[in-house]
């Protein structure tokens, strides 16, 4: 079948050069089909003989050429839309010069293509489990004074998994009460804690704060002393972003139940009462230590 070309001797190693266009079968392929004849991959070291084989394309044909050691080549045409099927009738002519039984040797399936070893890249190393995180913002109130103010808050927040708990301290400054002419200045100072689930960017927490409220002013008497205790507990809605890695942007809102309900007077009179329902908003950044 192959002319003038030499026999290779049974199962002996061959040198592959392989070339063809990018739409034919890549060099993995025709091994796979080579070895699928013989039984095993001809194709290795020490080699007993140089094989070429050379695919040449044009807009209508294909031509394929089989060269072994300094034998004369041998062409296999066909039109352009054939080269699968050319290479497989080159592998048989090859695999016969290889082994003249492998006419009459049942074809085995196809191999995998053989495909240099590749590393896999290495598997990012696992998030932490436990995160820390310091932040500060700005917290307004409402109710917690007899006006609406605002005030600064610093925050500490260790996070397990979905699960955080929080403390922070806080200070909220209100427009001063103005009754009869005389103006009340006021302020409350608390600490915090809340525990926390985590979904998302979402996280809702239960949080519970004490502290204590401040009131002075030009002809102002309270019927108990300047400083009042409040305490109040409640859920808080929190909304978190981080747009850079560690930085973390939050803001969140809280009802509270008043506990402790304290009261302002002028003299013997009630002026002001804290509401049985308070509430906040928060908006403050955080860096996280991972």
Avoid at 21 to 35: D, H, M, N, V
Avoid at 103 to 132: F, G, H, Y
Avoid at 251 to 280: D, K, N, Q, Y
Wanted: proline share 8%.
């Amino acid at each position: 079948m192959l002319g003038a070309f030499a026999l290779i001797a049974v199962s002996a190693a061959i040198r592959l050069t392989y070339a063809a266009p990018p739409e034919c079968p890549a060099e993995p392929a025709f091994r796979a089909q080579l070895g699928a004849r013989l039984g095993y991959d001809p194709v290795r070291e020490p080699a007993a003989q140089d094989v070429s084989v050379t695919v040449q394309k044009s807009d209508s044909s294909i031509v394929a050429t089989l060269k072994i050691a300094n034998d004369k080549e041998r062409s296999f045409p066909g039109a352009a839309n054939e080269c699968e099927r050319i290479l497989e009738g080159l592998a048989l002519a090859l695999a016969i010069a290889i082994d003249p039984a492998a006419t009459v040797r049942p074809r085995r399936p196809a191999a995998a293509p053989i495909t240099p070893a590749v590393e896999a890249p290495a598997a990012p190393a696992p998030a932490p489990e436990v995160n820390i995180m310091f932040a500060g913002g700005l917290r307004s109130g409402i109710g917690l004074l007899p006006n609406a103010g605002f005030g600064p808050v610093v925050e500490g927040r260790v996070r397990y998994r979905a699960f955080s708990a929080a403390v922070d301290v806080d200070a909220v400054f209100a427009p001063a009460l103005v009754v009869e002419g005389r103006r009340i200045a006021t302020s409350v100072v608390r600490a915090s804690a809340a525990a926390c689930a985590h979904a998302a960017l979402f996280a809702l927490c239960l949080r519970g704060a004490v502290g204590g409220l401040y009131a002075a002013g030009s002809g102002f008497e309270n019927a108990r002393s300047g400083w009042l205790g409040v305490a109040s507990v409640g859920p808080t809605l929190g909304l978190t972003w981080s747009p850079i890695t560690n930085l973390v942007l939050q803001a969140s809102a809280a009802l509270e139940l008043v506990l402790s309900r304290p009261a302002l007077a002028v003299g013997p009179r009630e002026v002001w009462r804290a509401p049985l329902i308070a509430g906040t908003v928060t908006i403050f950044a955080g860096w996280q230590l991972r």
